[in-house]
């Protein structure tokens, strides 16, 4: 593809500065915008790309995706469109700095901590991909640019959303098969096999390749040739990490090793389960970033904005389980007092007590009357001498009536009587001095209540 020269205008807007790089799918220029002074990237693809009228659809289905993505770990797309002539093209933030593939050319390994994070960070650009049901299909250190950022530190952003999948077919160099599958030495079994037929787990297989070499200073996979390679990736089991650089922890190589594993069911079920594995070696920002991933995978927003639930305003037993309360409820509870209620509820309680104390009263005497009554006969036998004595002066009784009145049963002493008389004439025993006490006790209450004695 010839590129524009510089100084020629885009679209009316636009005009072309430089060209930054090309490749099978296209060119990248940078360029100004005219009206706003911004520089910025585009993207125009080969013609021979722009041919096959799905590659042109889907290129602008997935910009679009792309532009909406809420991420700072993704180029942000500003533009997208045909030109006049008809190539699709795609304006995006002019990026400073180099991409992960010249990096690892110049450095080779990567100390643990740092190559964690920079997954980490390439996790987080694909996890809101993710998130949109997107998959970007082509993930490659050439994808992952360390962008410079003035007095901050530099991020990771990912590029090329799932461009290059869908290029027609060509063959015989390293450079035309990157056109047609994406780069192979980064991609899973299943898309070896079937380029339409893979999932989320596939980035999660190509960000495994890429943390793999960014610990082992190697791809996992090397082959002479292409065809080679691919047959290798689809049916050898991953190498381990540990044997090219045995300081790396063995949790983080079987992290790896069930990314890299070559049926997608055998692997992690998304990315956030993919970054809690990895995150406990690398930096301190390194567990906080995978606890978005997973809430970002889950429809919910990140912990710094998530709302934290409202406390209840009163206890939770209390607000769910306790009706409206009564009138009669004590004021802890509630404020609804009405104190005429509580005026007319102390009166009835004193006449409840009043009438419990005539009915006790009344219980009081019955028991006298059914006592005397069932004297026992041996009571007769009292020396009559005996019963003088036993009428003795009670203090409060009624006075005593005349003896005319006596009834036939007062010449014999009831037993209780007699009992006393001889308590104080022989003292006897202490159980017939209670008893007497209990006799008069009994005689004074009859009286004062206005009982007669029999």
């Not at 998959?135 to 530099?154: C, G, S, Y």
């Amino acid at each position: 593809m010839v590129a524009p020269l510089p100084g020629t205008i885009l679209l009316g807007k636009y005009r072309v500065e430089q060209e930054l790089g090309c490749g099978g799918m296209g060119v990248v220029l940078e360029a100004t915008h005219l009206a706003l002074g911004q520089t910025v990237a585009i993207k125009l693809l080969n013609p021979s790309v722009a041919l096959s009228s799905d590659v042109v659809t889907r290129f602008l289905r997935e910009a679009r995706i792309a532009a909406t993505l809420p991420s700072e770990h993704i180029a942000r797309v500003s533009d997208v469109g045909q030109t006049e002539t008809g190539a699709p093209y795609l304006v995006m933030e002019r990026l400073y700095g180099h991409d992960l593939e010249a990096e690892l050319t110049r450095r080779g390994k990567l100390p643990v901590a740092e190559a964690v994070d920079l997954a980490l960070e390439a996790c987080e650009g694909i996890a809101a991909a993710h998130a949109q049901g997107l998959v970007h299909r082509d993930l490659k250190p050439a994808n992952l640019f360390l962008a410079e950022r003035p007095l901050r530190p530099r991020v990771l952003k990912v590029l090329d959303f799932g461009l290059s999948k869908e290029a027609p077919g060509q063959s015989a160099s390293i450079t035309g098969t990157d056109a047609v599958f994406g780069t192979p030495q980064y991609m899973s079994p299943e898309q070896i096999q079937s380029t339409k037929n893979v999932d989320a787990r596939s980035d999660q297989h190509a960000l495994g390749m890429i943390l793999y070499e960014m610990l082992a200073g190697a791809p996992p996979f090397e082959a002479e040739s292409i065809t080679q390679l691919i047959v290798v990736i689809a049916t050898q089991p991953p190498p381990r990490v540990r044997a090219k650089r045995p300081e790396v922890p063995a949790w983080l190589e079987e992290a790896l090793l069930r990314a890299l594993a070559k049926r997608p069911h055998e692997r992690f079920p998304d990315l956030g389960a993919f970054a809690e594995a990895i995150a406990p070696f690398g930096g301190p920002e390194a567990s906080a970033r995978a606890t978005r991933i997973v809430h970002m995978l889950a429809g919910t927003a990140s912990v710094e904005t998530a709302a934290l639930p409202r406390p209840s305003r009163v206890p939770t037993d209390q607000a769910v389980t306790l009706p409206r309360a009564p009138a009669h409820t004590h004021a802890g509870l509630t404020s609804s007092v009405d104190f005429g209620s509580n005026v007319r509820g102390r009166k009835k309680r004193a006449a409840l007590f009043a009438a419990s104390g005539l009915v006790a009263t009344a219980l009081v005497v019955s028991l006298v009357v059914i006592t005397q009554q069932g004297a026992p006969p041996e009571a007769a036998t009292t020396p009559p001498e005996a019963t003088p004595a036993a009428r003795a002066p009670e203090p409060m009784a009624t006075p005593a009536p005349p003896p005319t009145a006596t009834p036939p049963l007062a010449s014999a002493a009831s037993p209780a009587t007699t009992a006393t008389s001889t308590a104080k004439s022989t003292k006897t025993s202490p159980a017939t001095t209670k008893t007497s006490k209990q006799t008069q006790t009994i005689k004074q209450t009859v009286g004062i209540f206005g009982g007669k004695r029999k």
